[in-house]
């Protein structure tokens, strides 16, 4: 779902936006699968852990998939890897959902290995998981700088939030100066940069941009770093011949969606505002293209007012292969890296995922001429 929570949150409790799946079985890792084992002290016989799996990594919404019952703090799952998002996470959880702190545990999964998780009591973040997966190294790399902050961040009341925030910035601020630019080093990253872009801290802001040279080119143009610049007032255009990144639109009912998910058909993208004139005249042509080619052609229409106030001018689509969105930063994201303020902007893209096209304003048979 889209994310509002107030980022407190920080330690990652957003992945409780969650649907209650299967149960687990148990065994070792063979062929796609991937095992979890643990045993965690000091937590009473019968409390349940629950295993979610990560559905997209910037929005950080995901599912729970499967449960298991505590045995002498013992635990299992085996998970069939079917894709390549490869991020899960275990918390304890009761059924009136109040005994247990709302934080989570991350684990990162690769077919035919395994994770052992260790530890006492029932604060997630200060348990150990042993991996041979590079990402789970690196994950508790960064868990030696801020576990035991992140893990009071979890349990503190409203007045102490800021300043234990800010020592969790600090320790992280230590991490990202200290070790290499790996993937788990850009997820916080872009978490700082979404703190402090949305709470207006300058300051923070300004340290974290320090470090951006740090990236190599390729790791900048990586979705979670193209998704944190924004916040930073920092962007790298879009030009003719990039490959269109992976970055979240927003449907009316809060979910994540992809350009890539319409891989294999062209793609034209139509940025557009709710009081622009030139955008509803280009409308009825918009739903002639997507008529005259309904198997190998999509639109999507991207409103750039926000959120809550395109929602209520969201409006169910003529034809099936035209869909409405919206980007979660509004003018400041994808709209800013196109480096235009005009409406509408268009962009075309190849079924490869590739821009061939970038230009703004409508004029009638405009459309059909280009496409």
């Known amino acids: 779902m889209k994310n509002t929570f107030p980022y407190h949150f920080l330690n990652q409790i957003s992945y409780l936006f969650l649907v209650i799946a299967v149960i687990s ?3 070792g890792p063979k062929g796609n699968h991937f095992v979890i084992e643990g045993n965690i002290a000091g937590v009473r016989d019968s409390a349940k852990m629950a295993l979610f799996k990560t559905m997209d990594p910037l929005s950080t919404y995901g599912k729970m998939i499967a449960a298991d019952t505590l045995i002498d703090g013992c635990f299992s799952f085996d998970v069939a890897l079917e894709d390549s998002l490869d991020e899960y996470s275990i918390m304890l959880f009761s059924d009136d959902g109040n005994e247990f702190p709302h934080q989570v545990a991350k684990i990162y999964a690769e077919p035919g290995k395994k994770a052992v998780v260790s530890g006492k009591g029932v604060l997630p973040m200060k348990w150990k998981v042993r991996s041979k997966v590079g990402k789970q190294k690196d994950q508790q790399k960064y868990l030696k700088y801020i576990a035991d902050i992140s893990s009071e961040i979890g349990l503190a009341s409203k007045d102490l939030l800021d300043s234990l925030n800010k020592e969790c910035f600090v320790k992280t601020l230590e991490y990202l100066e200290s070790e290499k630019t790996s993937e788990i080093w850009m997820g916080e990253f872009r978490k700082w940069a979404k703190y402090a872009g949305i709470y207006k801290n300058e300051e923070m802001k300004e340290k974290l941009k320090a470090l951006l040279p ?5 790791q900048m143009k990586n979705p979670l770093m193209l998704d944190a610049l924004p916040y930073l007032d920092v962007t790298i255009p879009l030009i003719v011949g990039d490959a269109f990144p992976e970055l979240n639109l927003y449907d009316a009912d809060g979910l994540p969606h992809k350009v890539s998910d319409f891989s294999g058909k062209k793609v034209l993208l139509g940025f557009s505002e709710v009081g622009c004139a030139a955008c509803r005249r280009s409308q009825p ?6 008529r005259t080619h309904p198997d190998d052609f999509v639109t999507l229409i991207v409103n750039q007012n926000g959120y809550e106030a395109w ?6 689509p003529a034809v099936p292969n035209k869909f409405e969105f919206n980007d979660e930063n509004g003018s400041s994201g994808i709209f800013k890296r196109l480096g235009t303020r005009g409406y509408p902007t268009f962009v075309l893209i190849s079924p490869e995922g590739i821009i061939t096209d970038i230009w703004v304003g409508y004029a009638e048979g405009s459309l059909l001429g280009r496409i």
Not at 285 to 290: A, H, P, V
């Open 25 to 27: 079985s148990c065994g």
């Open 285 to 290: 042509e918009i739903e002639e293209l997507c």
């Open 214 to 218: 740090r990236l190599s080119d390729e």
């Open 311 to 316: 929602r209520k001018e969201a409006r169910a």
